[in-house]
């Protein structure tokens, strides 16, 4: 159901009406340089290409949607911010993760300038794909997070946030499957996301750290050190003596963060009016959900999609 929409009523000069356009999703997406986006992003993308303005010092932690990115911005803010906060007395306890680290493209009161308004060090998140990054993110030597997901797990959890946002247009899980499985979802293919990080990653290793969600789920605090000596904050050894590591896991776990007020009740209001409650960031939180809701068949299916589209670079996901 692919069709070029070359013109619409705005006229020609809309560089979205060039773009091929495919329904199916709640939204339908547009196709902006090998990846599937929603209309709004795609006009974002195109409009930071130039005007974004990097800093050295920015951090920004990167992930294709439903990987983990309430996590890593959780866990990245506690670490960052460590010297700053008690962790009885912590911003987490009162503000939500996607409150507390910006997406960048996500305007906030109407305009990009709230980002440019931070000061530095900047802990930003994105999910633009690395090769739609801004010019000046793309070539500067900031520190990139990626975190990525069992592509299962990940479809998983995408469908039961689009159905819980767009509860009016929800779609059953097989056609989100086979949507998934050709590419077709925001910001896919997914495969494709985690490859061009990845790749970075092993050329660039001081520039990328790739995580994934199983790795960090199985060993937390391992990952949090390692997180803290990308980051350029490493713990000290009294701080680990004193077990900041661990608090810093526990704060930002599952658990924690779903069981608090200020997670549990309220919205987030994105662009477009879309209204978002601050519970839909928290499921389950666990890995290997997949089963709940396909077959093994469709289980195998979907990894031997993305082993083939893997194959000989390095990455199992
Ligand atoms: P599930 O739907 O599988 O439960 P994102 O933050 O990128 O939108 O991803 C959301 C997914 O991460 C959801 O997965 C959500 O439950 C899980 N999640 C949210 N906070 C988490 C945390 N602190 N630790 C582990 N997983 C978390």
């Keep these: 159901a692919m069709e070029e929409s070359a013109t619409n009523s705005h006229g020609t000069d809309d560089p979205l009406s060039k773009l091929p356009?495919?329904?199916?999703?709640?939204?339908?997406?547009v196709l902006y340089k090998n990846y599937w986006l929603r209309p709004r992003f795609a006009a974002t993308i195109m409009r930071l290409q130039n005007t974004f303005e990097a800093r050295h010092d920015d951090i920004v932690l990167a992930t294709n949607p439903k990987c983990g990115t309430t996590w890593i911005k959780a866990l990245a803010f506690a670490i960052t911010n460590r010297s700053r906060y008690e962790f009885g007395n912590h911003p987490l306890?009162?503000?939500?993760?996607?409150?507390?680290?910006?997406?960048?493209?996500?305007?906030r009161d109407g305009g990009m300038t709230y980002v440019e308004t931070l000061p530095s060090p900047r802990l930003l998140a994105t999910h633009i794909p690395l090769s739609l990054f801004p010019n000046s993110l793309a070539t500067c030597d900031?520190?990139?997070?990626?975190?990525?997901?069992?592509?299962?797990?990940?479809?998983?959890?995408?469908?039961?946030?689009?159905?819980?946002v767009h509860r009016e247009r929800s779609i059953d899980f097989e056609a989100a499957f086979n949507m998934f499985s050709e590419g077709f979802s925001g910001h896919g293919p997914f495969w494709e996301h985690c490859l061009e990080y990845w790749r970075e990653s092993i050329a660039c290793p001081n520039r990328i750290l790739f995580l994934k969600y199983e790795d960090m789920m199985s060993e937390p605090v391992k990952h949090v050190i390692r997180l803290a000596t990308f980051l350029r904050v490493p713990f000290s050894i009294k701080e680990e003596e004193d077990g900041i590591p661990e608090e810093v896991v526990r704060l930002c776990s599952f658990d924690k963060l779903s069981s608090l007020d200020t997670n549990k009740t309220g919205e987030l209001v994105r662009p477009g009016n879309l209204i978002i409650e601050k519970s839909v960031f928290f499921r389950k939180?666990?890995?290997?959900?997949?089963?709940n809701h396909m077959s093994q068949e469709m289980g195998r299916k979907l990894d031997c999609i993305v082993e083939e589209k893997l194959k000989g670079t390095g990455l199992v996901l």
Aim: proline fraction near 9%.
């Design 21 to 29: 356009t495919r329904e199916g999703w709640a939204q339908p997406l």
């Design 93 to 107: 306890l009162f503000r939500h993760p996607q409150d507390v680290v910006p997406l960048i493209e996500i305007p």
């Design 142 to 164: 900031c520190h990139i997070v990626y975190v990525c997901r069992d592509p299962k797990d990940a479809l998983v959890s995408r469908w039961h946030f689009e159905n819980k």
């Design 285 to 291: 939180g666990k890995v290997g959900d997949w089963v």
